[in-house]
């Protein structure tokens, strides 16, 4: 645990005291042990002010939902809009400025994670990349993946599949709570296992693994990691050198406030020598502007993983987004938003748990996410999502629970009016 950490961690695990300080009137624990939190809640009140002016939605919603689909940021939305414009004005005449934008996303998804431009390929969606490093490893029959129960589809399918290669796919079972129980994992790794498929943060459970951990055990295994990280990118710190993870994936629309169909897939620079390129079409190759060259000669990039044509709208709005999250780290703090994230959703279970619900959340600081399920009440799930929703409070359902998923703009006024609905 770095020092941000020990810091970040006693505040939370010493949740209540602010509060009984406040109710006891100590002014001398205010001045003294609490200095310290106070002067993060008013940092996280100035982001959290600063933030809401990008975000339109917060003018109808009280928005929670995030883990689904999330609202655009103003300056995704400029862009997008933008970009329409060009397209009903322009055209092909403005292209090569679109194609900047590319290169202008790769760059910013590379920034976020500590990988090289290199690395980073844009897809279409988490899913297609997960299928790029599914067809792309040369499985022989018996080797072995380890994948998990209880993960999006996606995360699953797509090595399920591999059965009809002759893989030997295993299933880890988490913990009743989703946890993840590194040991008993591990345990499951067996000389054949070539790579392991586990989501960063579970879609329903939002427990969140350590990647870094995980791969400095399975590279000792000589077993590889893919890390579904669309439940997490954004908000929470990947550094792909310090973590190890060999491949990384995830669509914009969620934690990086992009719109649907634009995302990024990282490959670590040493497997682009072995991996076979899948989805190969005119943008593989390195002259790719030279359309009477058909040989297969890759580009030395990711890149190679980009086919053909892109969602160039898709990714003027997720370059502009990522961009404006990052210039919100540089004047808040580089983990401002998981600060936020995570100071949000633990308000939100204390209020949720006040108020009656039944409330899923790991203990550790270090395993929790953006995402909260709980039960209302016997109340099913449905019914209670439509009342929310008539009083533009947005949450979801995922496996018989409701769930919400908090970003860093959410504020306490914003849990308010949740409770508020769920009460009524
Ligand atoms: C963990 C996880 N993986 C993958 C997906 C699917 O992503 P996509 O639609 O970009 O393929 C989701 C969507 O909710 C998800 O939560």
Known sequence: MDRFDKNFGESHNDESSLESAVKLGNSEVLRGNLAAPMEKLARLDAFRQASRQEMPICEKYAYFDHA??????????????????????????????WASQLTRCRELAAQLITASTDEIALIPNTTLGIHYIAAGIPWKPGDGVLAVANEFPSNLLAWKQLTQLGVDVSIYQPESDGRIDLERLLAMVTPATK?????????SSGFRINPGELAAELHRRGVL????????????????????????????????????????????????EWLRPVGVGWNSVRNSFTFSATELDWRESAARYEGGSHSMVGFAGLSSSLAWMQRMRDAFGERIWEESVLDS????????????????????IEQQSGIVSFSWRDEDPQI???????????????????RISPHGYNNRDDIGRLIESLRK
Not at 195 to 203: H, I, K, P, Q, Y
Request: one cysteine or more; a neutral charge; aromatic letters at 8%.
């Open 384 to 402: 209670v999502r439509q009342r929310c929703l008539k009083d533009r409070v947005v949450l979801s359902c995922r496996l018989g629970r409701l």
């Open 345 to 364: 959703t633990q308000w939100a279970v204390t209020a949720l748990r006040e108020a009656g619900a039944t409330v899923q959340r790991p203990g550790r």
């Open 68 to 97: 689904a689909v999330a609202p655009l940021t103003q300056a995704a939305g400029e862009a997008i809009q933008n970009w329409v414009g060009e397209a009903m004005q322009d055209g092909d005449a403005v292209w090569m400025q």
């Open 225 to 272: 990691l893919l890390l579904d990280s669309i439940q997490g990118l954004g908000v929470f710190d990947l550094n792909v050198q310090r973590d190890g993870v060999d491949f990384a994936v995830a669509d914009g629309h969620k934690w990086m406030l992009g719109p649907e169909g634009a995302g990024i897939l990282y490959i670590r620079r040493e497997h682009l």
């Open 195 to 203: 790579l392991v498929a586990v989501s960063w943060v579970g879609f």
